[in-house]
């Protein structure tokens, strides 16, 4: 059974430029997550999906940034126009769809994104 | 404002010998604990969690200890070894508008010496 699987690992993008993240949740799982890392901080949640709805978006950038995990394929999130400050390890995390609010989050390896 | 803090940003310890790793948070609405370890280049990997209704769960190797009138959890590693070198996340949640969603700590990097 394949775990979360994220990809691109890297990603190199210059300022100005779209970036696409993809994630694909453990099999059977339907609820996704998505976290920031900045350099020496914690991982920061962005926003919560399931299927086709995005649950809870607190985390989220007001502007530039958006997420959908559609019926069909892998999760995504999208940052427009990045900026240097984008620059972070983005990490997926799925969860069973019936799971208890408490259930373990199983996360992806991540995906490193560098703005020049 | 960090909600959950882990004070100690690295921490070596000796093969064989107990690693203690500690955390705090502020938020009393908190009421289930996390710990993830994480090796560079992959993601964090659930470790041990606790319910704010208990004090003390074991795993093998790994306890967590929570102190809820102190605001404190801690992870005991007992003995360490030099596998368990990696970053430690200590994470808090509470349901929120219809979903637990975890507070992360920035982490401690721990390292077991041979």
């Known amino acids: 059974n394949a775990g979360v699987m994220q990809n691109p690992r890297h990603l190199v993008r210059r300022r100005g430029q779209e970036a696409r993240l993809r994630c694909s949740p453990m099999?059977?799982?339907?609820?996704v997550y998505w976290y920031r890392q900045l350099p020496e901080e914690g991982l920061k949640f962005m926003v919560y999906?399931?299927?086709?709805?995005?649950?809870?978006e607190s985390g989220m950038p007001k502007e530039r940034f958006s997420a959908e995990f559609p019926k069909e394929g892998p999760s995504i999130l999208r940052i427009q126009q990045v900026v240097r400050g984008d620059s972070a390890a983005y990490f997926c995390?799925?969860?069973?769809?019936?799971?208890?609010?408490?259930?373990?989050?199983?996360f992806g390896p991540g995906t490193r994104l560098l703005v020049l | 404002d960090q909600q959950v803090k882990q004070n100690s940003p690295s921490l070596s310890v000796q093969e064989g010998r107990i690693s203690i790793l500690n955390c705090d948070y502020t938020n009393s609405m908190f009421d289930y604990f996390l710990w993830y370890k994480k090796y560079p280049a992959e993601g964090p990997t659930f470790l041990i969690s606790?319910?704010?209704?208990?004090d003390k769960n074991e795993d093998g190797r790994f306890t967590v200890f929570l102190n809820k009138s102190a605001k404190h959890l801690s992870l005991h590693i007992v003995p360490s070894q030099p596998g368990d070198s990696a970053v430690y996340f200590c994470?808090?949640?509470?349901?929120?508008?219809?979903?637990?969603?975890?507070?992360f700590g920035r982490g401690t990097s721990l390292i077991v010496h041979p």
């Open positions: 995390a799925s969860s069973p769809p019936t799971s208890l609010p408490k259930e373990t989050q199983y």
């Open positions: 099999k059977g799982h339907s609820h």
């Open positions: 606790i319910s704010s209704i208990k």
């Open positions: 994470a808090a949640s509470a349901m929120s508008g219809g979903s637990y969603i975890p507070t």
């Open positions: 999906l399931q299927k086709e709805n995005i649950i809870d």
